[in-house]
């Protein structure tokens, strides 16, 4: 006899075959991890200040690691760089390398251990996704250089014959269009190394993706690239150079506090 009580018919958690359901992941204590966001937050334009802000406070609380880290980046990079052949490929590592130094500042920020490990565990996780990441990238640069070189060849034509006063206009004016051609490239790639090593996005859904954040968050992001540089040189100047050793790692970690902000539920920013 069926039941004639109107009640509703229980839900079970249970996923088919017995198996526990997916639940969000959590930290060692319990809570919560951030969780990645459907659409990318709208964020406030002074937010792009508070990424430099918080990617200091990030950088403070473990200073002598982050500095290591950084330092070894340096080193590897410069010999990398200066050997024959690895300096072909060394490129291709460097998001790999990125892509390390975001899953530290996920650890750290969450409470867990920041180890120098990091700086390579995206080595045996995300090798392939970020290469090709890179490969993306370069193309993209590519593609944006070929017609900036048709016009810049141009132009130097041109201004051959004239005055050094419309030369200079004609530098300025074709920088000013590399920028403009270039800053969606850079839209493409900013939150694309966070998407992939803590999300496992896909490199051309990355990039989409970071297009998107950076587009919906155009006024933040335009305020943290004006004052970012301010910011380098006052730490140089005022360090006679020592600064730069906290630089390279306080701006990869710009990366992460940014990706926080615009694509998780847990924003870092106005905490």
């Known amino acids: 006899m069926s039941s004639s009580n109107g009640s509703q018919p229980s839900v079970s958690l249970q996923k088919p075959h017995g198996q526990p359901p ?65 300096n072909f490929i060394f490129p291709f590592l460097s ?13 750290q920020v969450v409470g867990s251990e920041l180890k ?3 700086l390579f565990s995206a080595f045996y996780t995300h090798l392939k996704p970020l290469i090709i990441l890179f490969i993306l990238y370069l193309v993209a640069i590519i593609v944006v250089m070929i017609p900036m070189l048709i016009i810049f060849g141009g132009m130097a034509l041109s201004l051959g014959q004239e005055s050094s006063d419309v030369a200079i206009v004609g530098i300025v004016l074709g920088s000013l269009l590399l ?8 839209m493409a790639i900013w939150f694309a190394p966070a998407l992939i090593v803590l999300h496992n996005i896909e490199p051309v859904q990355a990039m989409k993706m970071s297009f998107k954040g950076c587009l919906k968050n155009i006024l933040p992001f335009l305020l943290f690239w004006l004052i970012a540089p301010i910011i380098m040189i006052l730490m140089v100047v005022f360090t006679l150079g ?5 630089l390279f790692p306080i701006g990869m970690i710009t990366y992460y506090t940014s990706y926080r ?3 998780t539920d847990q924003p870092l920013s106005g905490i």
């Open 95 to 107: 998001f790999v390398f990125v892509g390390g130094i975001i899953k530290g500042c996920a650890v």
């Open 22 to 86: 997916n639940l969000p992941p959590t930290d060692e204590y319990g809570g919560l991890l951030p969780q990645l966001l459907a659409e990318p937050r709208m964020c406030q334009a002074g937010w792009g200040i508070s990424w430099i802000t918080k990617s200091f406070v990030i950088f403070k609380d473990q200073f002598l690691l982050w500095l290591a880290i950084g330092v070894a980046y340096l080193i590897i990079a410069i010999i990398g760089s200066s050997i024959p052949v690895i």
């Open 116 to 118: 120098f490990d990091h």
């Open 242 to 246: 020592l600064g730069l050793l906290a």
């Open 179 to 186: 920028f403009i051609l270039l800053f969606p490239v850079l």
């Open 261 to 263: 902000d615009v694509w």
